[in-house]
Structure formats: C-alpha cells, structure tokens
C-alpha cells in the first residue's frame, strides 16, 4: 500500500482572501469595488481608496469555479477604512500596521531613548522559549479570552515576527489578533526596552492601548523580563496621557491585590450559581460544565429580560441599568465561550468523518 501526496495544479492565478468591516460592506451595496496593485502595495476602491494591510495566508485554502482549479490563497488583506489609521499607513513603508509614535499628550517622551554606548545583541523570544518550556502554546480546550491572553503577553516580550508568533503559538489564526493588538515595530521609533528582540525585517510589538491588559503578577515572567515589561506599561500609559497618579496604573502595576472574602455559601437552585459554571471545565467533564452554563445562560437571559422591559419605560433606576450592564457583560462572555465549544465539536465530528 503506498500513500500519494495529491498537490494542487499549477495555476497563474493568485488568489487573495479580503477581510471587509461594515463600512465597506454598506459602500459595496451601491458602488463597484476594484482591487489595485501599487508598487507592491494593496488598495481597496470603493468610491474612493482605501489601503490594505497584508499578511500572509497559512491554511492552503484552494479556490475552484466547478472542476477548474483558480489558485491557492497565499494572502489575506485587511481593508482599512478608519481614517486616522488610513493617515499613518499612507506615511508609513511597507504598508503593515503602523509604527508606534508618542502622542501629544506626552511630550517628555517624544524622543527615543538615547542608546547605550555598547549595545548587546538581544535574544531572539524563539531561542528562549522554543521547546517544552514554552507557555504561550495554544491546547485544544483554549477559550478566545486564553489565546488573547497568551498572545499579548508573547508579544510584550519585544519585537517578534508573524512566522515566530505562529510558531510559538502553535496557532495560525492570528489575523484578528494582530489587527486589534499589535503594530509595526521601527527601532528608531520606538523608546521603549525590551528583554528580547527577533530578527526578521518586519516584526510586531505591543499597541500602546493593549498594555492595558497586562497584569504583570498574573504572568510567570522570568527576572530579566518584569521589569522592562513593567517600564514599558508604564510609557505606554504616558503616551496614551494617564498622568503618574492615575488609578489604572496602580490597578496595573500594583505588587499585591487585596484578599478576596469568602464566598457566601451556594444556595440551591435549578441552575447552577454563576460562579461555578465560569470556572474552568476539569479535563475530562467538558460536556457537564457546557450543559450547566447553557443552563445558567438560559435562567440569566430571563433575568436580563425582565429587567430589560423594565427599563424600556423607566431607565432613571441607575442601580437597574448597572446590573442590566453586568448581565449584558456576563451573558456576551458565557455565549462566546458555548459558541467555540460547539465550534469544537463540530470540528471534532468532522475530523471523524474524513478519518472514517
């Protein structure tokens, strides 16, 4: 028995898949699109143009029109309509996700800073953490909210290239993620330190707004890595204006959180208590933790329900409109994380069938 590779045939075609955000989409109903090639550099016309930012496709997604093979998609393209963003991409070279520059609001730190007389060459993030010591590893139960997670703390590490991100995370779907997190790194652009930096001509960091999220003490960092992290938190939060007593950077920063009072105990119910079904399923009872947040999901949109009718004729209860926003928080959550389980299972039946 022997088993054949079947390649696709060659085509002269390129196929391109294109990400479109509602604007465009609206833009579409009555104006023609036209896709330009400028000096190497994507534009989207739709009226007018709109550039596109490009990154390259992982997956081998073939493209047929009947039996007739069209291509191979080897890129995917971002069209970008948000016109502060569509500002800073025309001065920018390549067209990737802009470089980092100090805001207005914090002119003590507009200039880089000066280098060292000696600089050493930094280790790539790869050569630390490639291996059985890596974290940043995506498993086959990961919520959305954990590949964020592992994401942006691999990237807080410095500089990083989209080859080593997927590498690392053993994770290819990482479009999304780069367009809400990440920018362009340019050295002579950029003030901030890093404990490690990759080498490639385009690599990623951090935006600006992303390092709100890092919690420093809720990450295993190694010594040489928390401080610079912490120092970078820190500029960012000036570039973005928060002044040095704000409470966000103590809400960040701080080496200690205050002690949590002991739950009151779980009274009975139909459904389980909200703070059972968030806790992360045990390996093993996935199916009973999905069932019991489906079931809590379901008594919780009750409850969103008839407080939302409430409101609709009197929206003065400010304590009403505070839970109706917490309900709203809690119920987007839960149905994210039973959307990616039944995304799983469908995937998981489906490997079956073509195994079988």
């Known amino acids: 028995m022997s088993i054949t590779t079947l390649e696709p045939p060659s085509s002269k075609s390129i196929a391109i898949q294109i990400k479109l955000n509602n604007d465009i989409i609206q ?25 596109c930012v490009r990154l390259p496709e992982n997956s081998n997604v073939d493209i047929y029109s009947g039996s007739s093979y069209q291509g191979r998609v080897s890129t995917k393209l971002t069209v970008v309509s948000d016109s502060r963003r569509m500002n800073q991409i025309k001065t920018a070279t390549p067209l990737t996700p802009t470089p980092r520059t100090p805001t207005p609001l914090s002119p003590s730190i507009r200039s880089p800073k000066p280098a060292p007389a000696v600089q050493t060459p930094l280790k790539s993030i790869s050569a630390v953490y490639e291996g059985s010591n890596n974290p940043f590893k995506i498993g086959a139960n990961d919520p959305r909210e954990v590949v964020t997670k592992k994401f942006v703390y691999l990237l807080s590490l410095g500089p990083i290239s989209y080859q080593a991100i997927c590498r690392l995370m053993d994770f290819a779907e990482i479009g999304d993620l780069l367009e809400e ?18 080498e490639g001509n ?3 960091i ?51 959180r205050p002690k949590k009072e002991a739950p009151p105990p779980p009274q009975p119910s139909q459904t389980p ?6 806790s992360k399923p045990r390996s093993g009872n996935d199916n009973k933790y999905y069932q019991e947040l ?52 469908k995937e998981i039946k489906r490997r079956k069938v073509i195994h079988y």
């Open 27 to 51: 833009k579409l109903k009555t104006s023609p699109a036209k896709l330009i090639v400028r000096d190497g550099n994507y534009f989207l016309k739709v009226a007018e143009e709109y550039p």
């Open 181 to 198: 997190h990440a920018e362009g790194y340019q050295a002579q652009n950029c003030p901030d330190m890093f404990p490690y930096r990759d």
């Open 202 to 204: 385009f690599l990623y």
């Open 206 to 256: 951090l935006k600006d707004k992303t390092y709100k999220q890092l919690i420093p003490i809720d990450w295993d960092y190694k010594e040489n890595e928390q401080p610079l992290v912490v120092d970078n938190i820190n500029s960012a939060l000036s570039r973005l204006g928060y002044s040095k007593t704000h409470p966000v950077r103590k809400k960040i920063l701080s080496p200690t």
């Open 273 to 278: 208590a909200a703070d059972e079904v968030k």
């Open 294 to 345: 489906a079931l809590s999901f379901k008594s919780k949109y009750q409850e969103y329900s008839l407080l939302y009718a409430q409101l609709k004729s009197h929206n003065s209860d400010k304590d009403k409109l505070i839970k109706l926003v917490e309900l709203h928080n809690l119920l987007r959550e839960w149905k994210g994380k039973l959307w990616d389980y039944d995304r799983k299972l």
